[in-house]
């Protein structure tokens, strides 16, 4: 297991023990995580293991049914919160490279789930916006562009159900969004939607040094 690349917190060592002592890596996770990597450094865009057991709890525990994720990449995360769906469940994937989806389909088969999972190939922000607009989702997770993330939220919690969970990842940017002299796109962006997300009022808010960070909020 390579060290997390997502976590600037967490040694080597610390991080393999967290991961050692969490829901156990099966032979597809694994693979899954080897073919990702092996695709160089955009592979340091798949989220750490100890996030999708986190994730795969969380939808069970929440009793999730119908859930839509934002980036799917080669499809860790999407693998985990299925994983969390009862038979019946439905999980919507907003991404736009048949690449990377193209890797995620075949694991999604090979763990059975690709019964639960729906993809759209087109930019999130134009299948978010042709959804239905009420509540209907109990769980989203957010791992896109993160210049949209702000746009992104603004979409999707006006569709989740009363008590659904917004999860958003990478909102620490390596710890950057505490430097006061940090000032890249990405940075700005994260800080803004993360500002503008603790003071929306119609959700309740934590923040989890998982990772690279990852916002836990529940709608009221």
Same mark, same amino acid.
């Given at each position: ?94 991404? /736009?490279?048949?690449?990377?989806? !193209? ?5 999604? &088969? #090979?763990?059975? @789930?690709?019964?639960?999972? +729906? ?70 962006? /994260?800080?803004?939607?993360?500002? !503008? ?5 119609? &959700? #309740?808010?934590? @923040?989890?040094?998982?990772? +690279? ?8």
């Amino acid at each position: 297991m390579s060290p997390d690349p997502k976590s600037a917190w967490l040694t080597d060592q610390l991080h393999s023990y967290v991961v050692q002592h969490s829901m156990p890596l099966d032979p597809i996770q694994q693979r899954l995580i080897a073919e990702t990597q092996a695709l160089g450094r955009v592979g340091g865009m798949q989220i750490a293991p100890e996030q999708g057991a986190f994730m795969t709890l969380l939808t069970k525990i929440a009793g999730v049914r119908k859930a839509l994720e934002v980036g799917t990449f080669t499809g860790y995360s999407s693998l985990a919160i299925a994983r969390g769906l009862p038979d019946d469940g439905r999980l919507l994937c907003c991404d /736009v490279s048949e690449e990377w989806t !193209a890797i995620a389909r075949r694991y999604w &088969v #090979e763990a059975g @789930v690709e019964h639960e999972v +729906d993809v759209r190939l087109a930019p999130a922000l134009e299948t978010l916006r042709s959804l239905p607009v009420g509540p209907d989702f109990d769980l989203a997770f957010i791992d896109a562009d993160k210049r949209e993330q702000k746009s992104y939220v603004d979409e999707i919690v006006p569709r989740l159900n009363s008590g659904g969970v917004l999860l958003v990842d990478n909102v620490l940017q390596s710890g950057a969004v505490a430097d006061p002299d940090e000032h890249s796109p990405n940075v700005d962006a /994260v800080r803004a939607a993360n500002s !503008a997300l603790v003071a929306d009022e119609r &959700v #309740e808010v934590v @923040v989890l040094p998982i990772a +690279d960070g990852l916002t836990l909020a529940r709608k009221r």
